[in-house]
Each structure stands twice: as C-alpha cells, then as structure tokens.
C-alpha cells in the first residue's frame, strides 16, 4: 500500500536533522574545530632547526670561501711564488748563512728587515707571540729556516688588532710576531727575501702572504731547518736596539763574514734535503723522510 504524503514528509525531516547534526558535528569521529589543538612544539622545533642552519651557515660558509680563496696561493712546481700575485709585496735578493756573533749588529737595509747577514741563534719561531721587541739579529735567522715574522708598530695598532694578528700566529709552526716601536706602517709581513707592508691587521693579505710563503721550500734558503731551540729565551728574548748602527755594523753584503757551510747547498728545489723530516700539511712541504743526526741547523 504505498506510503502517504504525510509518512513521506516525515522521513524527509527526519533525513535532513541526520545531515544538519552531521555537518555541525564535523562528522562523524571528529571533534569540533574549537577543540584542535595547535602543534606548538613542532612549530618550536622546526623554529629552532631554522636557526641552528642560519648560524651554522653565517659562520661556516664564510670560513669555506676564505679557505678556497688563499688556495690560489698555496705553492707548487707551477707555481713557486704565489706571493707575486699579492699585491705590495716587495722582494729583494739576500746571500744566506752569514752569521754574526751575539753582540754584533747588522747596518740592514731595510725596516724590518727580511734578510742579510744574521745572528747565529734563531729567534724561536714555533708559533710564538712575543709581548715586547725582540733582537732582529735572530728573527731574521728566523726567516732563513722558512718562518713568517709579522711585526705591528704598538703605537698604531690597538688591542682588537693585535688579537687578530695573534690568531693568524699562535700555536702555528713557523710563524713568530713581535711588537716593533717606531715601525711606519701599522703592521708588516716578513719573510726571507719578501716583505709586506699593511695599514690594517685586517687585510687579506694577511693570510694570502702567509699561505704564499710559510715553509714554501722555493723561496727561502735553509731548507729543513728547525724552528724550536734551547738557545733562544723566549720568556727573556735578547732586546730590541732602537738606536742606529754604528760604523762597527756588519754591512748587508757581509764584508768579513765567511759564509756557514752547512746552510748552503744540500736541499732541493721544492724539497727537504736528504734525511730531514718534514712537516706534512704545510704549504711547500713534502712528505717526511728519514731525519739523520745534526740536521736543521
């Protein structure tokens, strides 16, 4: 018997409460939109993730970009001089192993200079910062064995800056820094036959001369020699003298100096001589040999 109009009505009501519940309920086995909760702790997390990659982005890449740009200066067989792309390097031409005695002086002719006739004892140059003025008798013996001398006039430089030359030195091998009175400019760069005059601790250059030139075993005479020795005090280095030379100085070609035999000759180009270790991981070095007895003078 078929249904009324009425029964039909009603189960159309009854229809359209079902859908208006569901729709205001959010379906079924879901819970009103006023009760979800915010994930706040992933949100947190994620925040966090975000700026350990800032930072770590902020201080290493520009590391990574320092480092790939002084490798244009690191040594080789091709290229044996890079500090020829630095500019305001000066180079001058020095005879080695030209030994002076310990209260003797040089007439050198340069300030400070980077090369020339030398004290006997080398100023320690394992990375060693020196708090006040130190003979430069010994730090240029110093540059003969490969090392980089940086010097800064006290006067110019403030602490910041000294700081900054201190990181590119301490705990370095072959590297020393020493204050410098009276020097013109505020920072200079040694090393044998090479030298770099700056205005700032800050400038590139820094690094460029110093990767160009520490150990490179093409441009410096003593080839294999140590840095570290007993005969230096480096807690009471022998004193800076301010003072001109007198008529007593050795002169730089070294009039009366018998050259020391044992600093001449014996290494090879763009290698240690035979039987001295070296010191892997350095610009220039090579691989270590076997060391023998009295080398490294």
């Not at 020493?178 to 044998?192: D, I, N």
């Amino acid at each position: 018997m078929p249904s009324s109009p009425s029964a039909k009505s009603a189960k159309a009501a009854k229809a359209a409460a079902k859908l208006s519940a569901s729709r205001k309920g959010g379906g079924r086995g879901q819970l009103p939109k006023k009760n979800r909760q915010i994930p706040w702790l992933a949100i947190g997390a994620a925040v966090v993730i975000i700026a350990l990659i800032g930072v770590l982005a902020y201080n290493l890449v520009p590391k990574y970009q320092e480092k790939a740009d002084l490798d244009k200066y690191t040594p080789s067989a091709q290229k044996k001089d890079p500090s020829d792309d630095i500019a305001g390097v000066v180079k001058r031409e020095y005879q080695a192993g030209l030994h002076i005695g310990p209260t003797q002086r040089v007439a050198y002719d340069q300030s400070p200079p980077f090369g020339g006739p030398h004290d006997q004892s080398w100023a320690t140059c394992t990375g060693v910062v020196y708090g006040k003025p130190i003979r430069v008798e010994n730090a240029v013996h110093s540059l003969e064995h490969g090392a980089i001398w940086i010097t800064y006039n006290p006067d110019k430089v403030n602490a910041e800056g000294i700081e900054t030359l201190k990181a590119k030195v301490e705990g370095k091998p072959y590297t020393l820094m020493s204050p410098y009175p009276g020097q013109e400019p505020p920072v200079s760069l040694q090393a044998w036959g090479h030298q770099l005059k700056l205005d700032s601790p800050d400038d590139k250059r820094v690094g460029q001369f110093i990767t160009a030139l520490r150990l490179n075993s093409y441009t410096y005479p003593e080839v294999g020699a140590d840095c570290s020795t007993i005969a230096f005090d480096t807690d009471n280095p022998p004193p800076f003298d301010p003072t001109p030379p007198g008529p007593d100085a050795v002169p730089m070609d070294g009039k009366g100096l018998q050259p020391d035999p044992s600093e001449l000759g014996g290494g090879m180009p763009g290698g240690l001589p035979p039987g001295v270790p070296g010191l892997p991981g350095l610009p220039g070095a090579p691989a270590p040999t076997q060391s023998a007895p009295g080398a490294g003078r």
